[in-house]
């Protein structure tokens, strides 16, 4: 009865999951307030890498107001650009950040990787961006145009190590040699030759007809 009730509950939330989900993304930098920044679609079941993606909402003047607040130099790492994204029940928050020069010097081209358990649900959120040097006069003119990509990363069973192959190592590194036959059946041919020395050859028997 409760195997059933948790298969049929398997199921449910498989067909549940089966549909492309959606998270609102926000941003910010440092302890300013997160704003809206866009959406993430992605479908935990399939293999399809283009049915992941990245839908801005908010317009490049907003974008660029996020940037252009903070109060940093082109080179200072120690300036952060947060990200958080929430599912529509506001059940999931993931957070994740990087220092706001590099999202600059990348030409805010970013990639939101979304790490899956066994089930498909959320649990981990990876956020990078293209550039791993901050760049001097990499502050943008014009308005921020995000350039995103959207990766789900699912669990992989890592490989087995087989067992037969599994051999210990003598002090120079290499396997000792097979042992022989009575090396591996000594314990089981010994009380065999016991017995039959302890036992002996037994009387003779007497001639028939012998002398009275």
């Known amino acids: 009865m409760h195997r059933s009730f948790f298969l049929l509950l398997a199921l449910l939330l498989a067909v549940a999951r089966s549909e ?3 998270l609102t993304v926000f941003h910010g930098s440092d302890n300013a307030p997160l704003e809206p920044r866009g959406i993430l679609v992605y479908d935990p ?4 890498r283009s049915v992941n ?3 801005s909402s908010a317009s ?3 974008l660029s107001r996020v940037f252009s607040s903070a109060d940093d130099e082109d080179n200072d790492m120690t300036t952060l650009y947060r990200v958080s994204v929430k599912d529509e ?3 999931v928050q ?5 220092p706001l020069c590099l999202v600059r010097s990348s030409g805010y ?3 939101f990787t979304l790490h899956l358990s066994d089930m498909g649900s959320l649990w981990h ?3 990078l961006v293209s550039a791993s040097e901050c760049q001097k006069d990499s502050r943008a003119s014009g308005p921020v145009t995000f350039k995103s990509k959207v990766e789900v990363a699912k669990p992989v069973e890592g490989a087995r190590p087989i067992l037969e192959q599994i051999v210990q190592a003598t002090p120079d590194g290499k396997p000792p040699p097979e042992k022989t036959f009575l090396q591996k059946y000594w314990m089981y041919i010994l009380p065999i030759v016991i017995i039959l020395v302890m036992g002996g050859g037994g009387e003779e028997p007497r001639a028939a007809g012998g002398r009275r």
């Open 109 to 111: 081209r970013d990639q």
């Open 89 to 91: 029940e506001g059940s």
């Open 125 to 127: 959120l990876d956020y």
């Open 94 to 98: 993931l957070n994740a950040s990087v």
């Open 45 to 48: 079941t399939s293999t399809k």
């Open 20 to 22: 492309p989900q959606q």
């Open 53 to 55: 993606r990245y839908e």
């Open 60 to 62: 490049p003047e907003a």
